[in-house]
């Protein structure tokens, strides 16, 4: 189906968030573990996307998400970090 000319095209934006320590997502857990997640994991994040996976985030790389979602205009690219591919 192709697109008629002057029709609105819609953009959607999906975003795999794998892992994100220092992030609410732990807000249920007890002491230690929130402990873990909120100040130790953030600061491990390097070591543990070179070990475990690369899909661990840190959440200041969750409002990369955010500006893209809310402002930036994608216009088909698909953005890993900061940069296109």
Same mark, same amino acid.
């Given at each position: 189906?192709? !697109?008629?000319?002057?029709? /609105?095209? +819609? ?5 795999? #968030?794998?892992? =994100? #320590?220092?992030?609410? !997502?732990?807000? +249920?857990? %007890?002491?230690?573990?929130?402990? =873990?997640? =909120? /100040?130790?994991? $953030? /600061?491990?994040? $390097? ?6 996976? #690369?899909?661990?985030?840190?959440? +200041? +790389?969750?409002?990369? !998400? ?6 930036? &205009? ?7 970090? !900061? %940069? &296109?591919?």
């Amino acid at each position: 189906m192709g !697109l008629r000319a002057g029709s /609105k095209v +819609e953009a959607a934006i999906a975003f795999d #968030p794998g892992v =994100m #320590p220092g992030t609410g !997502l732990a807000r +249920e857990a %007890n002491g230690f573990e929130r402990f =873990m997640w =909120m /100040k130790v994991l $953030p /600061k491990t994040s $390097p070591v543990l996307r070179a070990v475990v996976s #690369p899909h661990i985030y840190t959440a +200041e +790389e969750s409002t990369m !998400l955010t500006q893209l979602a809310t402002g930036s &205009d994608a216009g088909g690219t698909c953005f890993i970090g !900061l %940069n &296109d591919s």
